[in-house]
């Protein structure tokens, strides 16, 4: 009776711990040493990774690696088409914003002495947005990477494994006083609070990024969104691996 | 015989005026008016045509409407990945010229006064790119530009229907000394003369673009051309009838 | 005993309690309605609010107003110089990230309907640098703000008080093992996780980013953060206070 | 009879398949290699030609040179000003089709292995606009061209020719239901099919790039079309070859 | 004898006092309100007028008008190619400051009042450079700017004439210890002092602009500079006269 | 009596031939090589010079150095906010001609062969503007620079001392009829003639930058504001040696 009260508010019917139905599709794309289209409910983000043979400037004669995240959204992924960031001359804030999580995210779970000097960089590009696309990203990422290792692997180039751990994402917030799992869009343009959680197959956090959009939120709120947020990693990482053991 | 002998120097096996097989899929996006997914063969492109209630600046207050086209390539749609043109900082000559043409090429089947003062956005971004992405484009677009014009039809905001014919694009080219139908990539990258052919269901011609990209072509080189390019239009305007009676 | 032995970690010598000095100079400079010098150690940033008498486009006519934020770095406020962005042709990505940032946290606390239709930009401009410049932007950019609210009551331009509760910043971190607040540059650079925590003088969080740097950071790691924070956000409020009482 | 009634319909009273007066000055500027100031009527173009002693990125190491084309029109070329596009801060589509339409062209008659390391910019600046700016600049720049080709033939610093043929262009069109040949700016903005071709003085076609305006054009159409412009691209390539015999 | 001496030092072989033959065409191109040629010696630059009815949106009101500049190089009007500033994305330092001077000499000579709301604007564009295209773009642009209000009295759209006086500039500088006029490019690389001087047809100034590029000039060699400018501008005064009063 | 008038004709009081209060505040940053704060009344300009071991691509291997300067604006320095330039996506006209003025006038009192292969970088940026500011810049600027190549002589890297005299620079102008030295932004706003004017302490002239914002001047009024400027930098020239003679 109590649980059906607060799912009963969620816009999808959803329960306030439960996620979206999650879609993981390998080698979606031709091209790419790592392609997949991740599906959070309707979002919908083709995430591919791209092998370079060599490290970033920067890094360049120190024997390390590089993984870095570029992200977008085609014009009409929204509800109201957005302009094209090429056609207004650069990416905005948010575009960079999300791209450097998503790159910092997953070079948490990355040795980049066993990468060698090489760059992947994961192209995270939104078909269709409805809440979540970089919690969405972050997640099929991921699965883009380790196929992306694969190929490497496959070709004899590493001497050790580079991966160590998965990583993926989810928000939570605050919806009219519920705390709940997975926003959509809906929900994430009423909430008061809303946090995006990256986290470790192991149960540890990666980045924590809330932001109190209505009021402050308390300590015990945050602590009932991290517990949500773990269960929803758990959940993701689970997908992941069951995504993995498909055959290539 | 003789027919067979041609044929087995295409990569692909295909006879010389065999389209690559041809799928356009409606509805691949919830938010736009119109979403097509069109492939020729391995080459994929998202086409979404997304409906503004106003004029461009240049046509305020004259009644008439508007449609145009952008058009975006995935960074990992091609073997080598290609910078994203946002991170660039602009659109490149090669995006310019195309999504002129897929612009016009729609322009050309539109009463520009029956539509009313409306702009159509035609995005047409490359997943996967396989040789002939204008093409395609075009051909899926227009897809997309029907169920939009759908869409105001089914709302009874337009007086009258603004859409007449259809229009359709492919690409030939002369390889190898043969005259082929719709070019894959390694065809394209290989061969001496390349057209696009933008024509109408009526068999008009709307935009013809050909490059001698090794030597010049002669006139009856380019009269092979033309029946190759009216015959595949044909075809693929089939098809774009057949995708469109399939309900809604 | 054991409390001294961390502490003697930290270069400055500072307990992991202790936050760095903090002078925060009201009308530091003379055309700004509101304007700030907030020194935290050897971290500089000057805060300037300016009022504009409309709203941003996507207010207009709404009877609200808006308070935004813009953040630069002076070339040489770091120990290598770093090329201006204007030079550079535009913000770069950190610079957008820390802006928007600030802006949303200094929206907090203000009462959008109650300021009317005016914008507020508070430009936060880091004279010198030495880790933490987002988070004494914050804490200083609030003084600023209030500064400048009180020039528009002091000309009876507000039927009521935008202003409810105070926002201040602070980061913490572990660095070697150990909880730290309010990391210097030596300590950011070394660090294994590092937090940005805003918060309002009543204990609520505004906004949270962590990120772990080494490894990922575990529940109690965060738990002994946001109390560092907690404690170190209580100081500054108070700080910010007596700044304020200090006559005009 | 019959030929003069359509002649009387053009504006300048020129036959239906008369150029209108072309002069080719060559040596027009002091520094280029090559200089041509070519004038289609009253279309100005001036075609520079400038040797730089390396290949482009790209082609370093292959032994080969390139051509290539860039295109601007000063701001009061046309009947209104037209904003620089250095001030807009970039170029726009237009520019860069036209640019690369004339960077083709002229490749198409250039042995890159005979040119060596070599890049010849061939700039193309409108004077003054009356239509036809771009085959007027294809057909000024292959003199150029022949002239900087020559300059580095008097150093001796080629082994053998890398010219073959001429590249010259003109456009064509149907005003009024009648097909025309070279077509000013009036006709231009009331063409029902505008076409340019370009050509080599073999009669064979190098680029076509033909466009619907008003209605589709029928096959017979286009055979007209094609007819009137290789006539046209004839008599320009003669007056090519009459101011390369003038004494240099 | 002593006058001799120096003469012969100058590559030219003029007199330290001696203009270079100065060139003042009108009417070079056809759609410009005013349209002007002017060579100094091998400098060529193309001057034009351009009126638009509306002032810039920082005098709309005020019932006043306003003259602008605008000024770029072709390409190759150097000895060696210089990139389009339209391809590398914007102005330089270079062409701003020139153009900023060449707009606030000519509004040096206009009554805004009387001018009324519009806007005219001189775009010079240099076709060859020798030195002095600022100098030698102020005189001609000053010409196509008289033509242009010219255009406006035979129009009978000005109450009364908004010019007074006349505006012409030239370089003085020290060449191998010598006070020099009208610097061409060999004599401006080798200079030890540079002086850009701006004057109206009665001796008044209108702006100086000197650097010393050795050392640093005595206030006698100013004097021996300003008094060559004199004598300069009072000629480019007389040939601005001759021009304007040969036939329109 | 006499002085009494004139002088009571400045909005601050000041006798026409009177420097506003000058302040120069060595090390007013820690990390540049010289940091220098500057203050003309209420202009305030913090001058940074920032060492790198290398020359500028155009000098490379040339055993030179080489002086350069970039100048910007803090938002809110004015009464009105003026937008970023980095965020407007370049520096604008103003600003590239006052950084281009300050590196020349730095330039001037620097043997760049004595510097040996190095940068140095002067940053000048504006906190507080009230007229004046590029002279501020470059007299503080010399400042800092000294104290830069203090910086490299302490650590023994020059073989000889690069600097000959000391630089400074002032305005002048014609206010109501009167000469005047030093203009705040009153004067600066409502004066008739503005002239910068950049001078070594032997009494040569480095730049001269005159402006008739009103009226043309004559001759004599030139030869008042040079007098005035004279006497204004041997003043300044004094400040800065007090400054650089107070413990380093």
């Known amino acids: ?28 794309t031709r091209h790419a040493e790592g392609s997949v289209l991740v599906a959070f409910g ?39 088409r957005t302009q094209r960031e090429a056609a207004r001359g650069g990416q905005g804030g948010r575009t960079m914003e999300i791209q450097r999580l998503i790159g910092r995210s997953l070079r948490a779970c990355i040795d980049r002495q066993a990468l060698g000097e090489r760059t992947i960089t994961l192209d995270c590009d939104v078909l269709q947005a409805d809440g979540g696309t ?3 990203a972050i997640t099929g990422a991921y ?16 001497k050790r494994d580079p991966l160590f751990g998965a990583v993926a994402a989810v928000s939570v917030g605050i919806v009219d006083g519920t705390p709940v799992l997975d926003l959509d869009y809906a929900e994430d343009s009423a909430c008061d609070t809303d946090m995006n959680v990256v986290m470790n197959d192991g149960g540890g956090f990666i980045e924590l990024q809330g932001t109190a959009e209505g009021h402050a939120f308390r300590r015990e709120e945050l602590d009932a969104l ?10 993701l990482c689970a997908l992941q691996r069951e995504a993995l053991a498909r055959g290539a």
């Not at 004669?61 to 570029?70: D, L, M, P, S």
């Not at 699965?143 to 590493?158: F, P, S, Y």
């Open 134 to 136: 970089r919690t969405a």
């Open 143 to 158: 699965v883009a990477l380790v196929d992306a290792i694969g190929w490497l692997k496959a070709r004899h180039l590493l």
């Open 226 to 235: 991290l517990a949500l947020a773990s269960k929803g990693v758990a959940e």
């Open 1 to 28: 009776m109590t649980a059906s009260a607060p799912s009963s508010t969620r816009p999808s019917g959803r329960a306030p711990d439960q996620l979206r139905p999650v879609v993981i599709e390998r080698h979606y």
């Open 42 to 80: 309707d979002t919908r983000v083709l995430c591919t990774a791209s092998i370079e043979d060599k490290a970033p400037p920067f890094l360049r004669g120190k024997g390390e690696g590089w993984v870095t995240a570029e992200y977008g959204m085609l014009p009409r992924a929204t509800g109201q």
